[in-house]
């Protein structure tokens, strides 16, 4: 164990329904980025621990009663989980600031929202059938069951930590599938609060929901290459996700991936330029652009362009700083020495500006020509990149000249421009005269480099399920045993 000052918080992580620490001992510490001081320390799981779970989670597949339970009970006690949520959103909303630095009232609101996930499945729990098919044979009753995968590992992200776990366990627990999650190093903290507060109170068998912290690599990678682990789900950075994929590969598993964005967020010279402004202002800096979806690339109509810049950086002006990172900064310099003009921010944020210690200014670029690194490449920060267009063909074209498809905005009061555009733009989600809406009723995932799969709505529940096909012949067996059995 390693030197810990005593005033820190000692965190354990729950494996087989019961808390403790790494095999090995050791302990790593979770910081505040506001003060830059840690505050918890967190167990650093290994290749040993992630064995321990994924067994703890297959004997619950496997054995335990989890996948055995009658659905609708299943979905009873995914609306207790929801219950329990509901009872300490405020809590957990306040530990994933502390490790993440965003605002509480972006936190808040994700946590008081996320117990719809739960509801929502809960009640899809007992609605999973197959069907009953009709046979092209006499005597032949033929139907398919949808059966849970098996046991799935959640990889997630540092900045929405709770709520992306959520998107994923609650359809993989209505499914009867077991758990095994490992969260982003930086914000480890609150899921283990939530296994506490929310799955050990919900009284869920032991294994049926496990977590290993740790770093990246080291605990990630024999997660996803354990071969008592049927399905990954990520959400992270493409380059990791690519990683993800190409080991998960080698042992067949199911694979989705949330991946990065670089979103265009489109604006016509017919659109209500107030509400697009704040549109703009919303898809960059409300979640201080440390989100996936973050509207990072701002195509502006050259006929508006002016008075709209001027009007966006009034108002981005008032936007809170955010956390910073030696990468977001790395950006705003290549920016400028690729000739972009910097019309707001363009550094890090000192005390007197109202940052605290790892924290960037607000940043627009305006004469970004899309060909630049910092149109092309996602910042993971509040840095907006303004880019100039002539009309709708070239504003389609420039949107989807991109590697990444998650998210794209369009600002216009037509509405046969609102659809056909919507429809050109290739992105799993376009919003039109709105920003950043997600709902667990709504499909959300990436085209192209961003993504693999779909979170959120009734078809999500289909990736934590495979489909088994049953035969059962009501007649005489027999007929040539060396030929396939067909109609004819
Ligand atoms: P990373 O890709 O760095 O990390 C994501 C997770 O993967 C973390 O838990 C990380 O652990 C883990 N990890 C790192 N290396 C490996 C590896 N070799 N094998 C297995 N797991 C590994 O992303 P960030 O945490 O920096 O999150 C930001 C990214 O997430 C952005 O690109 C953003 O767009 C994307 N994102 C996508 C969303 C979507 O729905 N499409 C939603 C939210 C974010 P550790 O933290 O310990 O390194």
Not at 34 to 59: L, N, Q, S
Not at 71 to 78: F, H, I, K, N, P
Not at 458 to 472: C, G, N, R
């Amino acid at each position: 164990m390693q030197d810990v000052p005593a005033k820190l918080k000692s965190y354990q992580t729950y494996i087989d329904g019961a808390w403790c620490d790494a095999a090995s001992g050791k302990t790593f510490q979770t910081f505040d980025p506001y003060t830059g001081d840690a505050w918890a320390t967190i167990p650093e799981c290994d290749a040993k621990d992630v064995d321990r779970a994924c067994e703890a989670a297959w004997r619950a597949f496997d054995e335990g009663p989890w996948p055995a339970m009658m659905q609708t009970a299943r979905g009873r006690m995914l609306r207790k989980i929801a219950g329990l949520i509901e009872k300490h959103a405020e809590h957990l909303a306040r530990i994933e600031v502390r490790d993440n630095g965003k605002l509480i009232s972006e936190m808040a609101a994700q946590l008081k929202y996320l117990p719809e996930w739960f509801y929502y499945y809960g009640g899809l729990a007992d609605k999973i059938h197959g069907s009953v098919i009709p046979s092209d044979r006499p005597e032949h009753f033929t139907y398919t069951l949808k059966e849970p995968v098996g046991v799935c590992v959640f990889i997630t992200p540092w900045n929405s930590p709770l709520m992306l776990v959520g998107w994923k366990l609650a359809p993989a627990l209505a499914a009867g599938c077991t758990v095994v999650i490992k969260p982003s190093e930086y914000t480890s903290a609150s899921l283990l609060e939530f296994m506490k507060l929310v799955i050990e109170e919900a009284g869920l068998p032991p294994g049926v929901v496990n977590v290993v912290t740790g770093y990246g690599a080291a605990t990630g990678e024999p997660l996803v290459t354990h071969p008592k682990v049927a399905k990954v789900a990520f959400t992270g950075g493409t380059a990791t996700g690519a990683r993800v994929n190409e080991l998960a590969a080698k042992t067949f598993k199911k694979v989705s991936l949330e991946l990065g964005g670089k979103s265009p967020n489109v604006v016509f010279d017919d659109c209500i330029i107030d509400d697009a402004v704040s549109g703009a202002v919303s898809g960059i800096f409300a979640a201080t652009g440390q989100t996936c979806i973050a509207g990072s690339r701002l195509l502006v109509q050259e006929s508006i362009h002016d008075q709209f810049v001027e009007k966006l950086v009034a108002m981005a002006k008032t936007a809170k700083l955010a956390p910073q990172y030696q990468r977001i900064l790395s950006y705003i310099e290549i920016a400028k020495g690729e000739g972009a003009n910097c019309v707001l921010g363009g550094g890090a944020a000192t005390k007197e500006d109202g940052g605290g210690k790892y924290f960037v200014k607000p940043t627009i670029f305006t004469g970004v020509d899309n060909g630049m690194r910092i149109a092309q490449e996602e910042v993971f920060g509040p840095v907006l990149s303004v880019i100039k267009f002539k009309d709708e063909e070239e504003a389609v074209a420039i949107a989807n000249d991109i590697a990444y498809g998650l998210g794209a905005g369009v600002w216009t009061q037509s509405v046969r421009r609102a659809t056909t555009v919507s429809k050109r733009i290739r992105a799993g989600t376009v919003w039109v005269n709105t920003y950043r809406a997600v709902s667990f009723l709504m499909p959300f995932g990436g085209y192209k480099a961003s993504g693999l799969g779909r979170e959120n709505g009734a078809e999500a529940i289909d990736s934590y399920l495979q489909t088994k096909s049953v035969w059962i012949n009501n007649g005489p067996a027999g007929g040539n045993p060396f030929i396939m059995k067909t109609a004819s």
